[in-house]
């Protein structure tokens, strides 16, 4: 009987190695087609802007300037360099929500170039993945800007700063291909998602403390990764601290559990795509 399940076990383990290996050789494979589609959806947000890349850097800039006369007074005496606070949280859970809700809409969004040609289908919603964390790149720049004309302790850990990103990251990948799976046959999860995003960014701690949050709802903002990947990019860039190890066991975790579940859940869905494609 152990030695029957050991054998499923063994079985499954290999079954499962085999297919994380094909998964990344045919990503080397076509690696030439993810560039060239990050490239497409860069020329498509772009086209017909005059300011064009600039409104990756301005975006951001305006909307903490809204947020920061509106919520600065609430939370300026509880929380030093407010403003810093606010950006570092608000960067990391925008470009999850861009990264997320565009690669939601990547298999729908290419159904005509799938009909027709073969490709790994999983390389859409990931390139949609890499082409956020392009954004986020850009965004970087106003934060380090505010960081350098502000009265801020800087730290050698602000260097490790990509470490919290690629986190976040791959937690990103698995999360957009666990969507972009299901939003084929439920095509309503589109509009679904909005306000999960928007409900999921009142629950993070990016406008206010969780200090003022009663002790009896915290276990509902410590149940939150988003809450993990922000606090552990504040002590890095902001606290001047590594994060404790915690964080980034619970980081990493997450990370892959989400990469490997997105994986499975697309690997098992994809064969239908084409029946409602």
Known sequence: MVETSFNRLFNEMMRYEKLMRSYVNNFLKYRHFLKELVKKDFKFKYRRSRLGVLWSLLNPLLMIM????????????????????????KLM?????????????????????????????????????VFSLINLAFTLIILFAIMMVSNIDWSWTVLLFPLPIIYL???????????????????????????VTTA???LTPIIYPIDIIPDKYR??????????????????????????????????????????????????KQN?????L
């Open 169 to 195: 990251f791959v937690f990103a990948v698995g999360f957009g291909l666990l969507l972009s799976a299901y939003a084929v046959f439920f095509k309503d999860l589109n509009h679904l998602y909005g306000v």
């Open 93 to 129: 859970f925008d470009f999850f929500s861009e990264s997320t809700s565009s690669a939601m809409r990547a298999i729908n969004g290419n159904a005509a170039l799938i009909r027709k040609i073969y490709v790994p289908r999983y390389l859409f919603p990931i390139s949609k993945s």
């Open 272 to 276: 239908d795509f084409i029946l409602y």
């Open 66 to 89: 809204v947020l920061s006369i509106v919520f600065s007074t609430l939370f300026n005496r509880h929380i030093p360099n407010y403003i810093l606070y606010l950006l570092t949280g």
């Open 200 to 202: 999921w960014m009142y």
């Open 219 to 268: 276990t509902v903002i410590e149940a939150n990764p988003m809450y993990y990947y922000i606090s552990l990019f504040r002590d890095i860039v902001l606290n001047g601290n590594f994060g404790d190890l915690n964080t980034h066991l619970i980081c990493m975790g997450v990370s892959l559990l989400s990469l490997a579940l997105g994986l499975f859940v697309f690997q098992k």
